[in-house]
């Protein structure tokens, strides 16, 4: 597959294509097709109730960031859909329509990398035109106890994220790099899922996490991982980029360099909303490449 050199075109796909699995949380089996779109950003539908009319997903469509980030769209709710939207907007897709059964997208190996397979398999059509996506030209933080997620100007895309966990096996993991759609896929979509043994019976409990095995996430257990061997040896902090940029594909992918601290669902989406209600003084429409 031939991905787009950078993030500054427009591109959807070119055929249809479909996936199916359990999601995370609900242990329920959704189908999701994903389509070409005449229209910039990314729209919902629904397999099962295509009288609906689809919604364009944006920031202030966020319910719900337990573990996930989960949309109220009209009538419905749609719950992670963080891995699908990191796949296409880390491939850089820029408009696509996705339509679903239920109320959860597959979680299928955990990573971004079965949905990037999902669009190779579609195939990647340039559309006239820039990507739409918007340049920062100062900086903003958004904050939450002791975590912080920042953007800074900066010519392209960095995303950097820093963890600290007391489990042995993860401890301080810090990762940044200068994103492009075949550095996303080489380096960050492959990155699972992962938790703590110490919580599962507790989020199962809570009705989360029900779908969740050692096929689809790896477990921690305090000096090991229960389903070695990793994928990378910092893979918990690359998973945690893999989540940002996802969140930040409710807003579009700004030209910016940010950082998370201990992200969560939570920040990430609260940046992106804060990206979405900057005024115009503070953004500049990216120029076409060339």
């Not at 729209?43 to 689809?54: E, T």
């Not at 997620?149 to 900066?154: D, F, H, N, Q």
């Not at 009705?207 to 990378?232: K, M, S, T, Y």
């Not at 980029?241 to 969140?247: A, C, K, N, P, Q």
């Amino acid at each position: 597959m031939s991905w787009p050199a950078d993030y500054t075109g427009a591109w959807t796909l070119q055929a249809s294509v479909e996936r199916h699995g359990v999601g995370l949380h609900s242990g329920v089996e959704s189908r999701v097709r994903l389509q070409p779109s005449e229209r910039p950003g990314y729209w919902v539908g629904w397999l099962d109730a295509p009288q609906l009319p689809l919604c364009r997903l944006t920031p202030a469509q966020v319910r719900d960031t337990r573990l996930c980030t989960a949309l109220q769209l009209d009538q419905r709710r749609l719950a992670t859909v963080e891995h699908l939207l990191a796949a296409l907007a880390g491939t850089g897709v820029t408009q696509a329509e996705i339509l679903v059964t239920g109320e959860e997208i597959p979680l299928l190996d955990g990573s971004a990398l079965p949905w990037v397979e999902a669009l190779a398999e579609a195939g990647l059509q340039a559309l006239p035109g820039p990507s739409g996506g918007l340049a920062l030209v100062e900086p903003i933080t958004v904050s939450s106890g002791a975590s912080f997620a920042t953007a800074l100007p900066y010519e392209g895309l960095r995303l950097g994220a820093a963890i600290e966990f007391t489990e042995a096996a993860i401890g301080r993991q810090l990762y940044s790099l200068d994103l492009s759609p075949c550095q996303f896929v080489a380096e960050i979509a492959p990155a699972r899922t992962f938790g703590l043994r110490s919580q599962v019976d507790q989020l199962r409990a809570a009705g989360l996490i029900q779908g969740g095995c050692l096929e689809n996430a790896l477990v921690c257990d305090g000096d090991q991982w229960l389903n070695p061997p990793l994928r990378f040896a910092e893979e918990p902090v690359r998973h945690k980029i893999l989540d940002l940029l996802g969140d930040l594909a409710l807003v579009g992918l700004p030209r910016a360099q940010v950082f998370a601290y201990r992200g969560s669902h939570g920040l990430h989406t609260s940046l992106a909303a804060a990206l979405s209600g900057l005024p115009e003084a503070t953004l500049s429409a990216c120029p076409p490449s060339g």
